[in-house]
């Protein structure tokens, strides 16, 4: 009897790894605020040495499993991705996600309200897994500028 129970706990326990090790490759919410907060700190001080290592994909402080930082100024012109270098110094205000959802527009939009900070929900392809997923986008403005970070879903 004893060896039949710890046989059925093992077997749960070994159904709930996988999930359990899905969820550790993706980065969480606190994570994301963490980064951004992180980010903001640095362009503070030092905006060129911020943009470097928000671009450099080996610093590990901009750049962990699927989260990464983006700068865009309040026009959607990109500043700093932690992603897609290629789009520094496009205008990507008319961006949409696969539902047509103009999500730099909207992050602009929060970054210019009174709060100046929160999350605007798109879909965009995820950096590890290549596939288009559900994200969100975590912004905080700072001066003329937003800088974000996301977490899929």
């Known amino acids: 009897m004893r060896t039949m129970f710890s046989a059925s706990v093992l077997s749960v326990a ?14 969480t919410a606190d994570e994301a605020v963490a980064m951004v907060k992180k980010a903001v700190a640095l362009i503070k001080t030092d905006k060129a040495k911020a943009f ?9 402080e901009f750049h962990d499993r699927d989260l990464y930082v983006y700068v865009y100024d309040l026009n959607g012109v990109a500043l ?21 959802k103009l999500m730099i527009k909207e992050m602009a939009d929060l970054a210019k309200s009174p709060a100046g900070k929160g999350w605007v929900d798109f879909k965009w392809p995820n950096p590890v897994t290549k596939a288009v997923e559900n994200k969100s986008g975590y912004i905080e403005r700072v001066d003329d ?6 977490i899929y879903k």
């Open 14 to 27: 070994l159904l709930a790894l996988p999930g359990a090790a899905w969820s550790a490759d993706k980065g």
């Open 145 to 150: 500028m937003m800088v974000g970070s996301g």
């Open 52 to 60: 470097a290592a928000i671009g450099d994909t080996a610093n590990k």
């Open 80 to 100: 700093a991705h932690g992603n897609n270098p290629k789009i520094v110094g496009k205008n990507l205000m008319a961006l949409a996600d696969s539902n047509g």
